[in-house]
């Protein structure tokens, strides 16, 4: 009989992913991807029915006769209407949600390779294994997106044990060597998706106090600072905008000096092909220094940092509502943690200093931006009772006022703790009446341009109901009513969200790997 393999902790990020699992001995082991790196580039490029993945697919990034997909974590949940055919595949769209599928599809392949390899599988056993898996979300995602990411992975072929929230992943690898209960403050700044969260940790466990965020804000966009100066003096200096054929090339280059102002006062672009050759010289700060041939007195052309203050703001915004829904302030915070690769610019760990009246330990032995959200993970799957985590969004219902005007009552309110988020109250419901159930902060429906979360059809009640609403530690959402001896029941499932799984998972697997 074979062995039950080790639950993976998959990291399944914006801009690059992770793959971990925790050994029989307690320790945390990272799976190197079939190319031998600890993360994986979240890039999928299609050459026909072929589809190959990370480093792989970013260096086909040059063809343009072929389809090459970034940052589709951030249209998770957004109906397929709304995307007009942004991931349709040879007549098929596969939606963020099939391109996610297909990104876990081969991590999969790359941690089986790995178990045989460690002698955890059998080679004749690796085609039929089963391979269960938590994967992280942001915090911030809603339900929607929370049970496209879980149908992902089903599709991918890997059993699902859990989603959790990256941050909260983030404080398990953390709290892991702690010898004492702290009250922490995780700031996780990723590729593409941003989440403050408050909790209280001690060895391997995390009690989540209150988490906000925003899943259209990360490194991407301090990436696309950068891409409008190139865009910009590339059209001033050589009198066209940036061709077709540089766009990918305009992209990395802004992604390497993020990465490179991060490190140094400056970092060089140059841009060769098109019209000509673009030479920049990009400076972190307005003090930086400045570029050769400037003249005397003159402040830098680009400086990275004070064009970063409208991002800095939504992050010190965020930051202070989480502070006020936890109900503390920073006399109460012990430590405040970082995650995500994008809060290794200077930038990030200065405006934290500045709110929090404090220095920051930026580099924690054993703790890394890279792996951390994948091991926290791992962690959670060895051991799922030591997390409580909160409702991310409230979730209620449409009601009538007096005047027989509509208005959403919050029956699950934000940061209600999870399991145990259960509401249960009395209505008045008119004959054939029909639940509406909605997640958000609004009270007016018109707050809700997506519409609800779900409806539950009630049938003829007539009279009194009781409503009973639960949120589960998957996110996923649960409605009852109950009415003349009868109950009906129903996993609220989101309008035009929901996907054809059967179909989604014959077409990710009938997609040929490009495998190294």
């Known amino acids: 009989m074979t062995p039950q393999l080790p639950i993976l902790g998959i990291d399944l990020g914006t801009t690059f992913c992770c793959v971990s699992y925790v050994g029989a001995d307690g320790r945390a082991v990272v799976v190197r991807d079939l190319e031998g790196g600890e993360t994986t580039p979240s890039v999928v490029f299609f050459n026909g029915s072929q589809a190959s993945f990370g480093r792989r697919a970013n260096a086909r990034r040059h063809d343009l006769t072929n389809r090459v997909f970034r940052f589709f974590k951030r249209d998770m949940g957004v109906p397929a209407a709304r995307l007009s055919g942004k991931y349709q595949v040879l007549g098929f769209d596969y939606q963020a949600a099939g391109l996610q599928a297909l990104l876990l599809r081969y991590l999969r392949a790359g941690a089986v390779a790995h178990f045989v390899q460690a002698g955890l599988l059998a080679a004749e056993a690796a085609e039929t294994a089963v391979i269960e898996a938590v994967i992280t979300v942001p915090a911030y995602f809603q339900e929607g997106q929370r049970r496209e990411t879980r149908q992902a992975g089903q599709a991918a072929g890997l059993r699902v044990a859990g989603i959790i929230n990256e941050p909260t992943a ?43 965020g925003a899943f259209e804000l990360g490194g991407k966009d301090w990436d696309e600072l950068i891409e409008q100066y190139i865009k910009q003096e590339y059209r001033q200096r050589l009198g066209r905008p940036v ?12 992604l390497q000096a993020k990465i490179a102002l991060s490190d140094a006062p400056q970092a060089q672009v140059r841009l060769d092909g098109g019209a000509g050759v673009l030479e920049l010289t990009l400076d972190r700060a307005a003090g930086a220094g400045f570029a050769f ?54 930038m990030i760990g200065r405006m934290l200093a500045q709110e929090s009246g404090r220095a920051l330990t930026l ?52 940061n209600t703790p999870i399991p145990q988020a259960v509401f249960e109250d009395s209505f008045e419901a008119d004959a054939h009446a029909t639940l509406k159930v909605y997640e958000g902060e609004g009270t007016a429906v018109r707050d809700y341009p997506r519409g609800p979360l779900g409806v539950l059809q009630l049938g003829n009640p007539a009279g009194p109901v009781r409503v009973r609403l639960s949120q589960d530690a998957g996110g996923v959402v649960q409605a009852s009513v109950s009415y003349d001896g009868q109950t009906v029941e129903k996993t609220i499932e989101p309008f035009g969200g929901s996907l054809n ?16």
């Open 293 to 346: 041939g400037k003249p005397a007195g003159a402040g830098p052309a680009f400086a990275f940092e004070s064009r970063s203050q409208d991002l800095l703001t939504k992050c010190r915004t965020i930051l202070q509502l989480v502070l006020t829904e936890a109900g503390l302030g920073w006399n109460d915070i012990d430590e405040i943690v970082l995650a995500g690769g994008a809060s290794r610019m200077p």
């Open 363 to 414: 580099a924690r032995p054993g703790f890394s931006y890279d792996t951390a959200i994948s091991i926290g993970a791992a962690r959670y799957a060895s051991q799922q009772t030591a997390v409580t985590d909160v409702v991310a969004h409230s979730i209620g219902i449409e009601l009538l006022d007096d005047a027989g005007r509509p208005f959403v009552e919050a029956l699950l309110t934000k």
């Open 243 to 254: 061709p077709d054929e540089l766009v990918w090339q305009v992209q990395d280059a802004a």
């Open 501 to 516: 799984l059967s179909e989604l998972s014959r077409r990710v697997q009938a997609v040929r790997l490009e495998l190294p």
């Open 170 to 212: 983030a404080a398990l690898t953390y709290g892991a060597t702690l010898e004492k209960e702290q009250t922490i403050l995780v700031f996780d700044l990723g590729g593409g998706t941003f989440d403050v969260t408050v909790m209280r940790t001690g060895p391997g466990r995390a009690e989540v106090r209150a988490s906000n």
